[in-house]
């Protein structure tokens, strides 16, 4: 029987599928996934690879992402790398290296090659002030080259309780014209009990102003499965976030591992969600945005039709990196602040995360380069197929073949009878032509594209990954 293929914003929630194929897996923001990254990777080879991204055909677009790392408070769901303080002091002199980081880096790139995408990141970036924001941004446009195309993406994330109208003006014309706010859930209880009230008023006041500043769009983070959340109040939560309209939702699933997270043990165990309760708060957030009118994007996010994911979705050039779901697909990323990710050709690479090493490397007039990872043949034909399964929702066999010079069902065997347990739950099939997810497999990406993940079945430590739902 050939089942129905997928609209763009078609996921039937089952509870029990789902419930089936929770296990961990990778998030596939890359492919091979950071957690297999080596120290031999040097700074060196990244100078050879960004040098060599000037070259020919692969001298592609450039995306930004800048990390900024503080905090003013602690919220105890938090698993980002960030570093918590009132002293901006520290703001001050963190800008004054990533200044050198910029300086270092940004010769290495062809003055030709336009910035066409911008992300901050954290953190909070919004513990910098906006007068620091914007002189950032400037700096960066006097050493890169900023992209004139209407549809460059320029983006923020912000605590809006920590940032007024007035900021936000600032921002605006300092060329952001997207912004990400937190909210998690509003309901007082949950609040207390992960660390971060904020109030629909406050929130509600920055989206407001983003939109007076003619920002192209607002996204909004929930999450669910967080300590004290109930069915009733989550619904409370998305009926106050849909009635904001954001273009954008992203809607995450909490993943407690107080081990690996200082700040979750904050968290009393007895007090999280069941895992019964937690796919309930998820049905809700899918009932309610569906019948709201966005979009289900793929993972964790939502839009309405006509914002340029949506959009890209339609058009078949959504892409995927560190900064999750994008629109522009073909750039190398190059990642700016402690912690931070670069995909440059054929190679990734990370900062150094602890923040007195990356400061070290700068002062000494070095590149903080912690660890990184040249990729093989059989690296980029995978990052390939999941890249394509993640944003389109399927893998036709013929431009696979012809860019990486296999044959498809071949090079694949092993992946696809992987696939076999997923074709008879109606997740996924395998056509003549191509791999199609269905729409019962929309919700479980993750777990499709880890069929075609060879370093999963690797010998070794086994690597920790956050739940599939």
Same mark, same amino acid.
């Given at each position: 029987?050939?089942?129905?293929?997928?609209?763009?914003?078609?996921?039937?929630?089952?509870?029990?599928?789902?419930?089936?194929?929770?296990?961990?897996?990778?998030?596939?923001?890359?492919?091979?996934?950071?957690?297999?990254?080596?120290?031999?990777?040097?700074?060196?080879?990244?100078?050879?690879?960004?040098?060599?991204?000037?070259?020919?055909?692969?001298?592609?677009?450039?995306?930004?992402?800048?990390?900024?790392?503080?905090?003013?408070?602690?919220?105890?769901?938090?698993?980002?790398?960030?570093?918590?303080?009132?002293?901006?002091?520290?703001?001050?002199?963190?800008?004054?290296?990533?200044?050198?980081?910029?300086?270092?880096?940004?010769?290495?790139?062809?003055?030709?090659?336009?910035?066409?995408?911008?992300?901050?990141?954290?953190?909070?970036?919004?513990?910098?002030?906006?007068?620091?924001?914007?002189?950032?941004?400037?700096?960066?446009?006097?050493?890169?080259?900023?992209?004139?195309?209407?549809?460059?993406?320029?983006?923020?994330?912000?605590?809006?309780?920590?940032?007024?109208?007035?900021?936000?003006?600032?921002?605006?014309?300092?060329?952001?014209?997207?912004?990400?706010?937190?909210?998690?859930?509003?309901?007082?209880?949950?609040?207390?009990?992960?660390?971060?009230?904020?109030?629909?008023?406050?929130?509600?006041?920055?989206?407001?102003?983003?939109?007076?500043?003619?920002?192209?769009?607002?996204?909004?983070?929930?999450?669910?499965?967080?300590?004290?959340?109930?069915?009733?109040?989550?619904?409370?939560?998305?009926?106050?976030?849909?009635?904001?309209?954001?273009?954008?939702?992203?809607?995450?699933?909490?993943?407690?591992?107080?081990?690996?997270?200082?700040?979750?043990?904050?968290?009393?165990?007895?007090?999280?969600?069941?895992?019964?309760?937690?796919?309930? !708060? /998820? %049905? &809700?957030? =899918?009932? $309610?945005? #569906?019948?709201? @009118?966005?979009?289900?994007?793929?993972?964790?996010?939502?839009?309405?039709?006509?914002?340029?994911?949506?959009?890209?979705?339609?058009?078949?050039?959504?892409?995927?990196?560190?900064?999750?779901?994008?629109?522009?697909?073909?750039?190398? !990323? /190059? %990642? &700016?602040? =402690?912690? $931070?990710? #670069?995909?440059? @050709?054929?190679?990734?690479?990370?900062?150094?995360?602890?923040?007195?090493?990356?400061?070290?490397?700068?002062?000494?007039?070095?590149?903080?380069?912690?660890?990184?990872?040249?990729?093989?043949?059989?690296?980029?034909?995978?990052?390939?197929?999941?890249?394509?399964?993640?944003?389109?929702?399927?893998?036709?066999?013929?431009?696979?073949?012809?860019?990486?010079?296999?044959?498809?069902?071949?090079?694949?065997?092993?992946?696809?009878?992987?696939?076999?347990?997923?074709?008879?739950?109606?997740?996924?099939?395998?056509?003549?032509?191509?791999?199609?997810?269905?729409?019962?497999?929309?919700?479980?990406?993750?777990?499709?594209?880890?069929?075609?993940?060879?370093?999963?079945?690797?010998?070794?430590?086994?690597?920790?990954?956050?739940?599939?739902?």
């Amino acid at each position: 029987m050939t089942l129905p293929l997928p609209k763009p914003h078609d996921w039937p929630f089952d509870a029990e599928l789902l419930r089936r194929y929770d296990g961990p897996g990778p998030r596939y923001t890359s492919y091979p996934t950071a957690p297999h990254f080596s120290a031999d990777f040097s700074a060196q080879d990244f100078v050879r690879a960004a040098v060599n991204s000037n070259v020919g055909a692969f001298s592609r677009l450039l995306s930004l992402y800048l990390h900024v790392p503080f905090c003013r408070s602690p919220c105890f769901y938090c698993g980002c790398n960030r570093s918590i303080t009132r002293d901006q002091a520290q703001g001050d002199e963190y800008v004054a290296l990533l200044k050198r980081e910029i300086a270092l880096v940004a010769p290495l790139f062809d003055g030709s090659r336009e910035v066409i995408q911008l992300h901050l990141g954290g953190g909070t970036p919004n513990f910098l002030r906006p007068a620091q924001l914007a002189d950032l941004v400037a700096e960066l446009g006097r050493l890169f080259a900023f992209s004139d195309d209407p549809g460059r993406d320029f983006s923020i994330e912000l605590d809006p309780r920590f940032v007024d109208a007035n900021d936000i003006a600032v921002l605006a014309r300092a060329g952001f014209n997207r912004a990400s706010l937190g909210v998690q859930d509003f309901d007082p209880q949950v609040q207390l009990a992960v660390n971060r009230i904020q109030s629909l008023e406050q929130t509600r006041e920055i989206v407001d102003a983003c939109r007076d500043q003619k920002m192209r769009s607002v996204n909004i983070d929930l999450i669910y499965g967080l300590p004290l959340q109930t069915q009733r109040g989550f619904a409370r939560t998305l009926e106050q976030v849909i009635a904001l309209r954001p273009d954008r939702l992203a809607v995450y699933g909490y993943a407690h591992l107080p081990r690996l997270f200082r700040a979750q043990r904050q968290i009393e165990e007895q007090d999280l969600p069941s895992a019964e309760e937690k796919l309930a !708060l /998820l %049905g &809700l957030a =899918v009932e $309610a945005l #569906s019948a709201a @009118g966005y979009r289900y994007i793929g993972m964790d996010h939502f839009a309405l039709p006509g914002d340029d994911l949506a959009v890209a979705q339609r058009r078949g050039d959504l892409h995927r990196n560190f900064m999750g779901y994008t629109t522009h697909a073909q750039t190398d !990323l /190059l %990642g &700016l602040g =402690v912690s $931070a990710i #670069s995909h440059v @050709g054929d190679s990734f690479c990370q900062n150094q995360r602890e923040l007195p090493a990356w400061q070290a490397a700068l002062e000494e007039g070095r590149l903080p380069i912690m660890r990184g990872l040249l990729l093989d043949n059989d690296d980029v034909l995978r990052a390939d197929v999941i890249q394509r399964l993640m944003c389109l929702g399927e893998v036709e066999f013929e431009p696979v073949e012809r860019s990486h010079g296999i044959v498809f069902g071949d090079y694949f065997h092993d992946a696809i009878d992987a696939l076999a347990p997923l074709v008879q739950d109606g997740l996924v099939q395998v056509l003549q032509d191509r791999i199609q997810v269905t729409a019962r497999g929309r919700g479980l990406l993750r777990v499709i594209a880890m069929r075609f993940d060879r370093y999963l079945d690797l010998p070794g430590q086994p690597v920790r990954h956050s739940r599939t739902i």
